[in-house]
Every structure is written in C-alpha cells, then in structure tokens.
C-alpha cells in the first residue's frame, strides 16, 4: 500500500507539472502584447484570464496557432458600465483579447483569415467568455440570448474591479 500511495503522489506531481507548464506555454508560444494602462493587479488578472482563454479557445489556440499573427490584450477605457457586454452579463470588470490572424493562414477557415476577432472575458458574476464572430474557433456553435457565443467559464470569476463589491467579500 505505502507503494502504491508513492506512486499516486509522483503521478499527480507529474499530472500538476505537465498541466501547469501547458497553461504557461500560451503565453510563451504567442507573446501577446498587453495593455501599458494595466496596473500590477490588472496585468496579473489579464495573464491568467489570457491562460483560461487559450485552455478553452479550442481549436483557435491550439489547432490554428500558427495561422495567429498576433494578440493583444487590453482593459476598455472608461468604466464597465459604458459597455453593453457588462450589462448583458453583469460584470464589474472585463478585458478584451483581440486576436490578428494572417492573411496567408494554411488551416484556418478562409471565413476568419486575415481576420481581427474579438473576444470579451469579464466577471466575477457570470464569468465568462463573449464572442461576436466566428464562435466555431472555440468550438461554440449557437448564440445566446445577446445574440452573442458564450463560454460560461468560473475560472475567471477572479475578474473584478478596484471597486467591486465582490472585492470585499470573504
């Protein structure tokens, strides 16, 4: 049994390492520029949001990553309230990944080439991620309600605003 345990610990470890260095391989295969805006607690919201977004942007991330010229990062000038996303989904605070794919992309459709598409990842009520066109790149096919694809995802309810209430809860 005392073996057996061992050999449970080492394939998590191994599990917990491989998995962590694939979310960290994101932002090394794509070096996305982020926002000069960003504050520490910003920035470092926007790297783990971006991380998420690649785990469950399939196959845009990882299927078509070499039909991806370039990705930016950015926080919405002005307050959450000013943008329909965060009325339609509740949320305080949102950032937006806008994703450059070139003009001369081998797998991606044709539809999405030479393309900018847009993606929305707020919370921390509904977390989530809003897509306006092209929502088969991460293997969504229906809209919502807001005529809008959406990736209910709570991985991401840490997205917040300085002043969210959410902030202060326990």
Not at 19 to 32: E, M
Not at 45 to 56: K, L, P, S, T, V
Request: proline share 6%; charged share 30%.
């Amino acid at each position: 049994m005392k073996n057996f345990l061992n050999w449970n610990h080492v394939l998590f470890l191994t599990v917990l390492f491989i998995g962590s260095g694939f979310l960290c391989a994101c932002t090394k295969d794509f070096n996305p520029v982020y926002d000069k805006t960003l504050k520490h607690e910003e920035r470092v919201m926007a790297e783990n949001a971006f991380e998420i977004f690649c785990d469950d942007c399939k196959p845009l991330m990882s299927d078509f990553r070499e039909d991806i010229e370039s990705i930016e990062i950015k926080k919405m000038p002005g307050k959450c309230s000013d943008y329909s996303v965060c009325a339609d989904y509740n949320w305080s605070h949102f950032f937006q990944i806008i994703v450059k794919t070139k003009r001369d992309a081998r797998r991606l459709p044709v539809k999405a080439r030479d393309n900018y598409l847009y993606y929305d990842l707020g919370g921390p009520d509904n977390p989530g991620i809003s897509i306006a066109k092209y929502p088969d790149l991460c293997g969504v096919d229906k809209p919502d309600r807001f005529n809008q694809a959406f990736i209910p995802e709570t991985r991401l309810s840490f997205i917040k605003s300085e002043d969210s209430p959410h902030e202060t809860e326990p």
